[in-house]
């Protein structure tokens, strides 16, 4: 029996034992890398090998090489930045939120989340700390070092520089987090590989396990460790996107002005997140053929999250209208009315279609319980969410003020080359992730199969015996 | 017969008859050394006799350095070493160093609480564990008990005990 209630589906289908499971997850990482795997590598090296170019160039000429000008001097690095960070977002809802909130549907999935937050927030911090142009510098910018001009301090009154302190709170104590939960099962792959007699993997994984035994009282303080964790990571991740969105909010660009950005952008972010999440996983479950532990309840249930987040980005986006009326501020009104029939209008009504109708065909069960259609969707969520932030920054920066310095923004090669920059940096770290690392939590998946499961395999699948009581 | 050397170590199957066994064990009269569950087994730190980890307060402690810490830092730094006006407000405006607070009462609280966790439970990259059974971290749950603290307890009581309790095996393991 692997899940005690008889109205919902089993969590791990096909009737799994607590051993098959340490068979299943570490099987990729004991075997030689696939065919697919090197091509996968190859394409994401070459994005970053281009990337890199891009970004040398940048380094050495300075940020003119970039599209930006006088009136649109923030664009697609604060675009990027935003959408990246936001797809980091739903790690960490899935490992802490729903772990406070016991939903143990997230054990097979969180591990391979928590990686995608991770490597999606480096990505994102190369964008801020690449436009600040003289990088090595950017230590004295950003950080309260002492410095020979005074020493001058950074600005803490700065939404900026709050951003630092979250971005980087965010991004230490989330590896902290992945990587507690990472321990036990680094131990049970040395261990395996003692029994096989692989000397080095053993050395290597028991370094990286910090030497774990699994006591009973390590175990007692390792829970504790993970709830706390769990209890900071909530309103961390909450406070991330509000201070994000308070880089606009705080300033006075109509369109950037309003004080519904904290909730809008962690709505948003969540969205993004979960639609990345099920991108990256329904590629992944079925490469290493793990459709027993990522099932279609799973994809359901996240499908189910995007559709309430997708709907509160929905509501955000009227509000946003309705208020720029009501408020019956003339800047405001312009700045909206401009991005529905302005120039970038293609822009408004792509995040429109993608963010706000695409979602709601998950109330369809057919659709969200169907991989090519979640698969399909999922990139659609993600493009609109990118043009939302494009929509928020540009749109409300290309009409300035003084209609003589009304322009608009052109992406140079070093745009789109930054941008691929950081596809072929996230998909190069997932994928050594994903060939060196345990993709699914194996010690917590473990806790969710009672071990008479073997038996009730026998007799039927787990769903049968359980209804028969 | 020293201390932290020879053991019997019992083999148990589920999680369940490791948490009976630990019961019976105790009742009769055996000290646990330790028990090694490959997953986090609710219920077994109560029947061992655990006491709750005070990890929490550690972690209460080091946020509250952080809080500190950083309210400190920006009142000094805006408000007395550079004071500045920064949108007509005070040099040191407690409103607008909530955030930079936040961050680092949850960076610290979390960095201590981790660190205090390795420290306290002797982690250490660079050792290896003394593995009574290597099937802990796979599927089996392992109890080991101390022959040296059980001393009136011979082998054969013992492993007749663990056999009783539920163990599906039952070996003697002896460390240098």
């Known amino acids: 029996m692997q899940v005690t209630s008889s109205v919902r589906d089993p969590l791990v289908t096909g009737g799994k034992t607590v051993k098959d499971v340490s068979h299943d997850i570490s099987r990729q990482i004991e075997a030689k890398p696939t065919m697919l795997w090197w091509m996968a590598m190859a394409i994401s090296l070459v994005l970053l090998a281009f990337g890199f170019y891009c970004v040398c160039m940048l380094v050495w000429h300075g940020i003119g090489v970039w599209g930006l000008n006088k009136t649109v001097g923030w664009a697609w690095d604060i675009t990027n930045f935003v959408w990246w960070v936001g797809i980091g977002h739903a790690g960490t809802l899935i490992s802490a939120i729903l772990l406070l909130f016991r939903q143990k549907w997230r054990m097979s999935i969180n591990r391979a989340a928590e990686a995608m937050t991770i490597f999606a927030v480096i990505c994102a911090a190369t964008f801020p700390a690449f436009h600040m142009g003289r990088l090595w510098l950017g230590f004295y910018w950003a950080l309260p070092l002492p410095n020979t001009f005074g020493s001058l301090w950074v600005n803490f009154n700065s939404p900026l520089l709050w951003d630092v302190f979250a971005i980087s709170t965010y991004f230490t104590v989330s590896l902290v987090f992945w990587y507690i939960g990472l321990i036990p099962d680094f131990a049970t792959i040395r261990d395996r590989a003692v029994v096989q007699g692989n000397k080095i993997r053993a050395t290597v994984y028991n370094a990286l396990s910090f030497g774990w035994q699994g006591g009973a009282k390590t175990w007692m303080r390792y829970e504790s460790v993970a709830l706390i964790l769990a209890g900071l990571s909530t309103p961390l991740v909450l406070s991330v996107h509000t201070i994000v969105s308070m880089d606009f909010a705080t300033s006075v660009i109509p369109g950037w002005h309003t004080t519904i950005f904290p909730p809008y952008f962690v709505a948003g972010a969540i969205f993004s997140g979960f639609a990345m999440v099920l991108t990256l996983l329904l590629v992944t479950r079925v490469v290493f053929k793990l459709q027993d532990y990522i099932t279609i309840y799973h994809i359901e249930l996240m499908n189910i999250i995007i559709i309430v987040t997708g709907s509160i980005v929905g509501i955000a986006y009227i509000t946003e209208l309705f208020i720029s009326w009501y408020s019956g501020v003339e800047y405001e009104g312009y700045a909206f009315f401009n991005r529905i029939q302005g120039p970038y209008a293609w822009a408004y009504w792509s995040m429109m279609t993608c963010n706000v109708i695409s979602p709601q065909l998950f109330w369809v069960k057919k659709i969200r319980t169907s991989i090519v259609a979640t698969f399909v969707l999922s990139i659609i969520v993600n493009i609109g969410m990118w043009f939302e932030r494009f929509v928020i920054i540009v749109t409300s920066l290309h009409r300035d003020y003084v209609p003589s310095s009304w322009t608009q923004f052109h992406p140079t090669i070093y745009d789109i080359g930054q941008y691929i920059f950081t596809f072929g940096l996230f998909f190069t770290c997932f994928f050594l992730f994903a060939k060196f690392f345990p993709v699914i939590n194996m010690a917590e998946v473990k806790s969710i199969i009672r071990s008479d499961s073997e038996r009730l395999h026998n007799e039927g699948t787990p769903r049968e015996v359980e209804r028969t009581h | ?176």
């Open chain 2, 1 to 176: 017969m020293d201390v932290n050397k020879n053991f019997i170590v019992g083999v148990f199957d589920d999680e369940q008859s490791v948490i009976d066994a630990v019961r019976k064990v105790r009742a009769g009269g055996v000290k646990i050394h330790e028990v090694f569950t490959p997953f986090p087994v609710h219920g077994l730190d109560e029947v061992l006799g655990y006491k709750r980890s005070r990890l929490p307060i550690a972690a209460f402690l080091f946020g509250l350095t952080g809080t500190a810490l950083a309210l400190t830092m920006q009142t000094w730094m805006l408000g007395y070493d550079w004071p500045m006006i920064i949108g007509g407000k005070n040099h040191a405006s407690l409103a607008a160093f909530i955030p930079v607070t936040f961050e680092l009462t949850v960076l610290l609280s979390a960095l201590g609480m981790v660190a205090t966790f390795i420290l306290v439970s002797d982690m250490k990259p660079y050792r290896w564990p003394r593995q009574f059974d290597v099937r802990s971290t796979d599927d089996k749950h392992v109890m080991a008990i101390d022959l040296a603290t059980n001393k009136r307890f011979s082998k054969d009581d013992l492993t007749s005990l663990l056999q009783n309790a539920g163990a599906s095996e039952v070996n003697e393991k002896n460390f240098e």
